[in-house]
C-alpha cells in the first residue's frame, strides 16, 4: 500500500493505492490557503494520517504528493506553485519527520500521466505522453515507463510550446504558446466570441446563458449540426493535432494520452484529430502513436504520485 | 574497434573508431547513385573491408550505418532515405552476409548526437538533444546515453516541429515547420532578400556576388557593423531560440547542441541564444540546459554510428 496526495487548488485529495494501482479508500479537504505554508503543511500531514489508518494493518510503504507546479524531487523542495503558498518549501523532509514515512514530491500531471501509462488508458506502453486540457495544457512525459524530468524537473511544460512565433501573448513571456489555443480555456473563450459573432448559432441556445459558456458547449451545438460550432470546433481540433504533431515528430511516444474535461468527448474529438495527424505526421512510414483519451480521471493525480518514488 | 559508415548525398564516408570514441582511420568514396540500391551496398561493403584492412590484427566487433532518412534498426531496414535510392532496403542483412560482422543502422543527425554526447560537446551530460543546422534541420535526441527513437525509429524530426502555424507551406505538409526558419538555407534565403531589398548594406560586399552568399555571410557583415546584417541575425536567432525554448520546455536537457556551418560562428551564436533563453524560458527556476557549439564536426556522423549497437 501507498499514499498518494494530490494538491489541487481547490481540494487536497488522499488516497490509499494498492501496488496494483487500484485505489482503495479515497478522501479530500479543502485547500486552505490562509494559514500560508505552515497550514497546507499541516493539512497534509492530517490527511496522509487519515489514509494511513484506513490501511489498518496494511504496511503503508510510502507516500507521494503532487503539486501544481515546481517539485524537484532530488531535493525535496516544491519550488514555487500556482495559487498556492508553497516556495522552497521542504515538503519532502517535513512529510517525513510528521510521518516517519519516506515521501516523494512531483508534478501534478507528471502523475496523471504515470497512473495514465502504468495502470490506465496507455498501460500497454512505456513511452507516453499525457497532455491536460484544462485552464492550461498540462504535461507530463514518460520514458521507460518512468516520469521523465529533465534535468532541473521542468521537463514536460507542453502548454508552452509555442505554435504561433507571433501569436497572443501568453503569461509566461513567450508568444503563441500551445495553450492559448488548445486548453479548455482557449475553446472556451473561442465559443464566446462565435456566440457573439453569430447570435444566430445554437451556441447561445444550448449555453442558455453567456455565463454558462464552457468548453463543452460548442461540442453540444456541433453535434446538434450548427455550422458556427463545427466550423469552431474544426478550428480548434487543427491546433490540437499541431502540438500533437509536434509531439510525435519530436518524440514519437507510443502513445499520446488526452485528458482533462475535453477529452471527455472521446472519439467525437480524437477520429477528427487522428486523421489530422495521419495527413500530416512527417515520417512517410506513418506514424504508430495511438491517441487516447484517458480512463483514470481525477484519481490519476492521486493513483500516480503514490508512485513517484518507483 | 568499430566500424562507422556515414552515408551522405555526396560521399559515403567511414572510419575506424575505437572504444574510447577516437577516429583512427577515416576515408571516403563518392555516393553513386546511378547503379541504384545495389551498386551502393557493394560501395558500403568495399568500404567496410578497406576499414577493417586498416584495423589490422585489431579485432572489429561491429559495424554502424548512419543514413540520412528512416532506419529501422529492430528490423535492419533502411525506410527511406532523401537522395538516396534506398527503400525498404534490408541493409544490416546484406552488410552482415558480405562482412560477417553484426550491423547496425540509424539516422544520421542521430549519429552526430550520440557521438557528441559520448565523446564530444556534451560528455559530460546524460540527456542532450544536438541540431543540424543545415539545408535543413536535423535532430537526435539522446536520453540515458543512448538514441531515443520513439515507437517506430522516427523521434527526432526536431525540424519539422510548427513554429508558425499559419506560416510557409513546407514539403513535409505543414506550414511553418522550424527549419523553414531556423535552418542555413533560411538564413542564406533571408540574405539574399535583405541583399535585394538594401543594395547599400555590406552583404553584397562581403559575399562579393550574389551566387557566393551563404550562411556565413550575414554573420560576416554583421560583425563589419552593418546594420541590416545585425537585424537579419537578430531575427534568426529569435527563431532559432523559438524552436530551442520549444525543445527545453518539453524535455529540459542536460545540453543542447547545435551543429553544421551555422554553429561554427560559436559564442557571436550561442551568447544571444542563451540571453534570449534565460529571458523567455518557461521555469521561474531558469533553465539549467546548456547551450553549446558541436566540437567533433562531420567526424561526429561517423563516431556515432559505430555506437549505434549499444
Redesign the interface.
Known sequence: MKIGIDVGGTNIAGGLVRNDGTLVFKTSVPTVTKNGEDGLLRDICALCETCRREAGSHTVSGIGIGVPG?ADDTMGIV??CANIPFKNTALSRYVTEKTGLSCHIGNDADAAALAEVRFGSAREFE?AVMLTLGTGIG?G?I?NNRI???????????G???????GEKCS???R?CFEL?ASATALKRETLKALDAHPESKLRQVAKTRERVNAKTAFDAAAAGDAVAIQLIRQYTE?LA?GI???I??????AIILGGGVARQGESLLAPLREIVR??V????G???KLLAATLGNDAGIIGAAFFGE
Do not use: W
Not at 521523465?148 to 514536460?156: D, L, S, V, Y
Not at 515528430?249 to 507510443?254: G, S
Open positions: 515546481h519550488v514555487r513511452n504535461g512525459i520514458i521523465f524530468r529533465g534535468c532541473n524537473g521542468t521537463a514536460g511544460e507542453l508552452h510550446m509555442t505554435i504561433y512565433a507571433d509566461c513571456g513567450r503563441g489555443y491546433h499541431c504533431l509536434n509531439i515528430n519530436i518524440l514519437c511516444p507510443d495527413d500530416k512527417y515520417s512517410t512510414y506514424t504508430q502513436t
